[in-house]
Nanobody
Framework: VQLQASGGGLVQAGGSLRLSCAAS????????VAWFRQAPGKEREGVSC????????PYADSVKGRFTIFRDSAKNTMYLQMNSLKPEDTAVYYC????????????????????WGQGTLVTVSS
């Protein structure tokens, strides 16, 4: 199983980025997948997730209304659309997956996931 994250970069505050997480070794729609981020000196934070079998996607309070997670099943790729970026969004963003459905309450818990991508750096300048 491989998860390949991409799309990070340097953007000014107020700008947008779209992160991608391409999966291989996991059948599309059969796994749950999430985005996490980790800023320097801080703990890893769950951003949002897509659960296998559908259902609602939770978002961290800090990104609600600005970020949108979605999956393109045909491409077996998950995306994180990030709008109205703030300097505090600066972090390494990781995608993570597991081969089964996950309950809503555990969707943003990093211990719920078995597979991790390598991370992509997002830097938001003020």
């Amino acid at each position: 199983v491989q998860l390949q994250a991409s799309g990070g970069g340097l953007v000014q505050a107020g700008g947008s980025l779209r992160l991608s997480c391409a999966a291989s070794g996991l059948a599309s729609n059969s796994y749950s997948v999430a985005w996490f981020r980790q800023a320097p000196g801080k703990e890893r934070e769950g951003v949002s997730c897509v659960r296998s079998g559908g259902g609602g996607s939770p978002y961290a309070d800090s990104v609600k209304g600005r970020f949108t997670i979605f999956r393109d099943s045909a491409k077996n790729t998950m995306y994180l659309q990030m709008n109205s970026l703030k300097p505090e969004d600066t972090a390494v963003y990781y995608c993570a997956g597991r081969r089964s459905r996950i309950v809503y309450s555990m969707c943003l818990d990093p211990s719920s996931y078995h597979y991790w991508g390598q991370g992509t750096l997002v830097t938001v300048s003020s």
